[in-house]
């Protein structure tokens, strides 16, 4: 049995993520030689970030158990230890997780915008395709996390915390990965929101996902995640922050053929 709730949580704004926005704008200044040679495991969180953390911190307070837990999970990651520890949670002891790191974005990480794009184009240009199985060069795509390591750490849960409650601190990537296994994302249904400009389909920092076995209306307990609700604590005008039913689609012969034929053949018979 899974626990009960399972509530994620996207570490605050860091180092990484102003850097890269700044590059994304044409300022690669950021990306000085120091920078560049560290791992993005050792980015920090910004002034911003951390209190991003605390306002998260208070909401899961305010409304989600009183901010208590019977497990608490995080990434070794720096930005994701100091969130965790800036959320403040009362009797909080943190297991570091290896299998809850950020996405392992290869020869493209630690890399300035212009570069990625000048080096890497053609694969960068594959993403738009199938983003769910691309991978950036040597590094792993969302299929390929959710595999190796979502499936493992839910297995982990449904061993050592069957029927709690559990908060986990990590990734924006993986919190995707998350998504994909507990909602049954489809691979088309995933690239959408990956390019989707609507904020309400982003996950940004220090957002939340709170995914439920107890009915939100009737308290009735399911045997598996049914329902979901996305908040942003830092501005709710960025999340729908309401409970919404997981639906595990399934699809008649008539649906499959529909959504195969979306793509013309290549070699006729």
């Not at 909602?183 to 390019?195: G, I, K, V």
């Not at 904020?199 to 399911?222: G, M």
């Not at 960025?238 to 013309?264: A, C, D, F, G, M």
């Amino acid at each position: 049995m899974m626990p009960r709730d399972l509530i994620l949580v996207r570490h605050g704004e860091s180092e990484g993520n102003v850097a890269s926005k700044r590059s994304r704008a044409g300022d690669d200044s950021l990306y000085t030689s120091e920078f560049s040679a560290r791992h993005s495991s050792s980015w920090r969180l910004t002034d911003l970030g951390l209190r991003q953390a605390q306002t998260a911190g208070q909401w899961l307070s305010e409304n989600v158990f009183g901010g208590n837990f019977d497990r608490h999970y995080v990434s070794s990651y720096l930005r994701a230890l100091e969130t965790a520890a800036n959320l403040h949670l009362p009797n909080a002891f943190w297991r570091m997780e290896p299998h809850l790191r950020e996405r392992d974005w290869g020869d493209l990480d630690v890399m300035t915008d212009a570069e990625r794009k000048k080096r890497f184009a053609r694969s960068l240009n594959r993403r738009e395709v199938e983003s769910l199985f691309w991978a950036p060069p040597n590094g792993e795509s969302i299929a390929h996390l959710c595999e190796t390591r979502v499936f493992r750490f839910l297995d982990t849960l449904h061993r050592e915390c069957p029927d709690g409650r559990v908060v986990v601190v990590l990734h924006g990537e993986l919190m995707w990965g998350f998504r994909v296994v507990l909602e049954h994302l489809s691979p088309q249904r995933y690239t959408e929101l990956d390019f989707s400009e609507h904020p309400f389909d982003h996950i940004h920092n220090c957002q939340i996902l709170h995914y439920t076995r107890v009915d939100p209306e009737t308290k009735q307990t399911a045997d598996k995640y049914l329902w979901m609700r996305s908040i942003c604590p830092t501005d709710l005008t960025k999340s729908r922050n309401e409970w919404e039913p997981i639906i595990r689609r399934t699809y008649s012969n008539e649906e499959l053929l529909k959504y195969v034929v979306k793509t013309p053949r290549m070699i006729p018979e």
